[in-house]
Structure formats: C-alpha cells, structure tokens
C-alpha cells in the first residue's frame, strides 16, 4: 500500500519561504513520479509541480516557474517543495500524489494535505 504523508505547511507573510516534505512509503521514488498539487477554497485542483520516478523531468505550472522548486531525497524517500516569494494566491491547502508512470497519468495515490496560507 502507498502512502504520502505531507508536512511543512503554515503561516508566512508574501515574500517569504516554505518547503513542503512528502513522505513516501511502500513503494521506491525511483518506482514513482510524485506530483504536487494545490487547492484554493471556491476552485478547482491544479497540478503545481511534478518530478518523474526518473529524476530527469520536472514540471512547473506557470504561476509557480522561478518561484517553486521539486526535489527529492531517495535515501529518505521523500519529495520536496522549495516555495520562495510566496505571495497571497499561492494560499492553498497542498497535496502530493503518486503517478503510475508520467505526470500526465492520473493520481493513484493522494496524500491528506497541508495548509499553507500567505498573508498580504
């Protein structure tokens, strides 16, 4: 069984840093593209980010590219969301989930997700 626990969520003012951490268990990174996703109250899911179980492609929605980076630890297996010149919109509560294969394939596994909130 899979499972993404996130953390890293909380309270900062526009401008400033959080890193989201996406804890994996039950399958290897290298066996998973993890995706990261957010959700602001009154719309719809958006895919913010995604690394493929490779490594080697990365995807940005275009409101996060320059602001946001994905990372990943496989020794810990655990996927990571650097998000630097937070700003009011990126208030979401945010969500990692697994992929089969590509970050176009639909989520398999979600997580419960965090609540970050940026105030003005």
């Known amino acids: 069984q899979v499972q993404l626990v996130e953390s890293g969520g909380g309270l900062v003012q526009s401008g400033g840093s959080l890193r989201l951490s996406c804890a994996v268990s039950?399958?290897?990174?290298?066996?998973?593209?993890i995706g990261w996703f957010r959700q602001a109250p009154g719309k719809e899911r958006e895919k913010v980010s995604c690394?493929?179980?490779?490594?080697?492609?990365?995807y940005y929605a275009d409101s996060v590219k320059g602001r946001f980076t994905i990372s990943r630890d496989i020794a810990k297996n655990t996927v990571y969301l650097q998000m630097n010149t937070l700003k009011p919109e990126d208030t979401a509560v945010y969500y990692c989930?697994?992929?089969?294969?590509?970050?176009?394939?639909?989520?398999?596994?979600w997580g419960q997700g965090t609540q970050v909130t940026v105030s003005s």
């Open positions: 989930a697994s992929h089969r294969w590509l970050c176009s394939d639909p989520p398999d596994y």
């Open positions: 039950g399958v290897t990174l290298d066996y998973k593209t």
């Open positions: 690394l493929s179980k490779s490594g080697a492609y990365t």
